[in-house]
């Protein structure tokens, strides 16, 4: 494919972009990074012109880091973590608490990252999954990983998940299971970066 890159000055604002064109014609992505000095805005974004639609995001709008801690999981249960209180950080340094729903809107993008260091234990194994809640309540799986136990350290594990929710109300949680035959502890942190999209 076709790298361009280019330059522009608007409204004060300096935009240094990058194109690239897959060999085939399936469209062109872009990124894009803005400066203004005189004000300190900085950031980037980017889009995805397919010809027919254009999906555009535009930099970080939140971010949060939270943190549950020791959390005690009855074997052979799966067990979603949106009741329970966890420990937060916003983009700006405010603490605070959440029940483990991160909430969102149906014209975001975000990227969600769970981890989980479970108890060293020997038998079974252990699954980190991130899933969509929806009225009722519902969960829906979004992404998952699975490990078989470590003997003698912690079972770690991480899962991500990158897209757009289906709905405004859609919320994000955690949900962890473990075989061992035994209740174990898990200490779940996880990060939140919502990004903001126009699709004209």
């Given at each position: 494919?076709?790298?361009?890159?280019?330059?522009?000055?608007?409204?004060?604002?300096?935009?240094?972009?990058?194109?690239?064109?897959?060999?085939?014609?399936?469209?062109?992505?872009?990124?894009?990074?803005?400066m203004q000095l005189s004000s300190g805005l900085f950031g980037f974004g980017g889009y995805v012109d397919s010809g027919a639609s254009r999906t555009v995001f535009d930099g970080a709008r939140e971010r949060a880091t939270i943190s549950l801690g020791a959390?005690?999981?009855?074997?052979?249960?799966s067990t979603n973590t949106d009741g329970e209180i966890w420990s937060s950080s916003d983009d700006y340094g405010v603490n605070g608490t959440t029940t483990g729903e991160m909430a969102t809107s149906d014209d975001?993008?975000?990227?969600?990252?769970?981890?989980?260091?479970?108890?060293?234990?020997s038998t079974g194994y252990?699954?980190?999954s991130i899933m969509r809640k929806t009225a009722g309540p519902t969960y829906t799986e979004l992404n998952s990983v699975t490990s078989m136990a470590v003997n003698g350290d912690v079972t770690a594990q991480?899962?991500?998940?990158f897209g757009a929710l289906a709905a405004a109300t859609d919320e994000?949680?955690?949900?962890?299971?473990?075989?061992?035959?035994?209740?174990?502890?898990?200490?779940?942190?996880?990060s939140f970066v919502r990004y903001d999209t126009d699709e004209p």
């Open positions: 494919g076709d790298i361009e890159t280019g330059g522009s000055m608007v409204g004060g604002i300096s935009f240094s972009n990058v194109s690239t064109t897959p060999s085939g014609g399936l469209g062109a992505t872009n990124v894009a990074l803005y959390l005690s999981v009855t074997t052979a249960t975001a993008i975000v990227c969600f990252t769970a981890t989980a260091d479970w108890a060293s234990n252990r699954r980190l991480t899962v991500s998940f994000l949680t955690v949900q962890v299971y473990q075989d061992s035959t035994l209740s174990l502890s898990v200490d779940l942190s996880a």
